[in-house]
T-cell receptor, first 112, second 114 residues
């Protein structure tokens, strides 16, 4: 079946540090890949997505590239801010079962 | 900006009691989802509606959980009787078109069963 594996957390960084959050997946067919973000007390929001191999999704300074050869979709940001503190979820969607499959999520804390 | 509404935001109940959660999706969104998010885990789909019809409820514990979307707009998720293991965040999401579209999530209902 489909699955998403995220690196273990939590992650604590200083402001302006470089961020990488690893995500790998197992899926049948050709999935679409997503990063969702959940700020404290709020629901999930779509951060970025990529629908085919080698596509790069980007938003708010975050980027992730769909790597089919390594089945990965790592999230990166060059300079994090305190306001980026949140929980980040990697997810995939395939037409085979028509549902989103989420990873466990990772908590990012950015200190001033 | 249109949002998915959920109520209540927090619910504390004792085991064996009945609880109900309400969701109002973004206007015009035909597809509605209920997810359960256990602390430290990602959301897991419980049930998916297309208009008023259930598309997928394979992960819904039907002995105690029920969901309805009678007029194809708002939806109610019920648990009866609640068990300790039901403590979790219950999220509602909606999409305008098909399942491939971006899902818009509500703020969730945090349930604590004592």
């Amino acid at each position: 079946g489909n699955s998403v594996t995220q690196m273990e957390g939590p992650v604590t960084l200083s402001e302006e540090a470089f961020l990488t959050i690893n995500c790998t997946y197992t899926a049948t067919g050709y999935p679409s890949l997503f990063w969702y973000v959940q700020y404290p007390g709020e629901g999930l929001q779509l951060l970025l997505k990529a629908t085919k191999a080698d596509d790069k999704g980007s938003n708010k300074g975050f980027e992730a590239t769909y790597r089919k050869e390594t089945t990965s979709f790592h999230l990166e940001k060059g300079s994090v801010q305190v306001s980026d503190s949140a929980v980040y979820f990697c997810a995939l969607f395939t037409g085979a079962n028509s549902k989103l499959t989420f990873g466990k999520g990772i908590t990012l804390s950015v200190r001033p | 900006e249109a949002e998915v509404a959920q109520s209540p935001r927090y619910k504390i109940t004792e085991k064996s009691q009945a609880v109900a959660f309400w969701c109002d999706p973004i206007s015009g969104h035909a597809t509605l989802y209920w997810y359960r998010q256990i602390l430290g885990q990602g959301p897991e789909l419980l049930v998916q509606f297309q208009d008023e019809s259930v598309v997928d409820d394979s992960q819904l514990p039907k002995d105690r959980f029920s969901a309805e979307r009678l007029k194809g707009v708002d939806s109610t998720l019920k648990i009866q009787p609640a068990e300790l293991g039901d403590s979790a965040m219950y999220l509602c999401a909606s999409t305008h078109g098909g399942a491939r579209d971006e899902q818009f999530f509500g703020p969730g209902t945090r349930l604590t069963v004592l």
